[in-house]
């Protein structure tokens, strides 16, 4: 299994859906998590922390299973300007820091 | 407060030929590292560094040298450049390995 996987997508949704994606983690001891989007052909920037069971910010909320040992990203009321690629990023594998492939959204008019 | 910075945005390279990829951080972090970016491959660790003087191997260490001489500098050095490494390269810099990463805009490699 892959220390963290992420359904590559597209997913494509119409502007104003709420969409989910999640991000499943294959080491137990993860502790924090990162979700970080990323425009094409720029670098990736922080979209959110997570250190205990969720965060939530604004539109965004990102809820941590540890049981099932994934966590989800869920937008709501989406906009044109959310279409990018969404990585995961788990910490506590030591200080090799494993991303996760993506996850691609397009939003639609 | 510049944040992480990359040189050159884009280079291209001849088989065999080496160079150096710059990366420079104004942030005083401990944690500094590489990745390679390939389509439908996601982010790839090359190398990392968890201080001055401490480089350590990643996923896809081969073709790839580092060093870690000041706190801010963490050039990555190709030593005989493939067509293999014809990738979008990041390098990213933390407080230590359990926080947020930050990246530098990128260097467009290729390798003809």
């Known amino acids: 299994r892959k220390e963290v996987e992420q359904d590559p997508g597209p997913f494509n949704v119409p502007e104003g859906a709420t969409v989910a994606f999640n991000c499943t983690y294959s080491n137990s001891a993860s502790q924090s998590f990162f979700w970080y989007r990323q425009d094409c052909r720029k670098e990736p920037k922080l979209l959110m922390s997570?250190?205990?069971s969720g965060n939530e910010d604004g539109r965004f909320t990102a809820q941590l299973n540890r049981a099932s040992q994934y966590i989800s990203l869920l937008i709501r009321d989406s906009k044109l300007s959310d279409s990018a690629t969404y990585l995961c990023r788990p910490t506590g594998g030591g200080n090799k820091l494993t991303f996760g492939t993506g996850t691609q959204l397009k939003v639609e008019l | 407060n510049a944040g992480v910075t990359q040189t050159p945005k884009f280079q291209v390279l001849k088989t065999g030929q080496s160079m150096t990829l710059q990366c420079a951080q104004d942030?005083?972090?401990?944690?500094m590292s590489w990745y390679r970016q390939d389509p439908g491959m996601g982010l790839r660790l090359i190398h990392y560094?968890?201080?001055?003087?401490?480089?350590d191997q990643g996923e896809v260490p081969n073709g790839y040298n580092v060093s870690r001489s000041t706190t801010e500098d963490f050039p990555l050095r190709l030593l005989s450049a493939a067509p293999s490494q014809t990738s979008v390269y990041f390098c990213?810099?933390?407080?230590?390995?359990?926080?947020?990463?930050?990246f530098g805009p990128g260097t467009r490699l290729l390798v003809l």
């Open positions: 990213a810099s933390s407080i230590t390995g359990r926080e947020t990463q930050y």
């Open positions: 560094s968890v201080g001055a003087g401490i480089t």
């Open positions: 997570v250190y205990s």
């Open positions: 942030m005083n972090h401990e944690y």
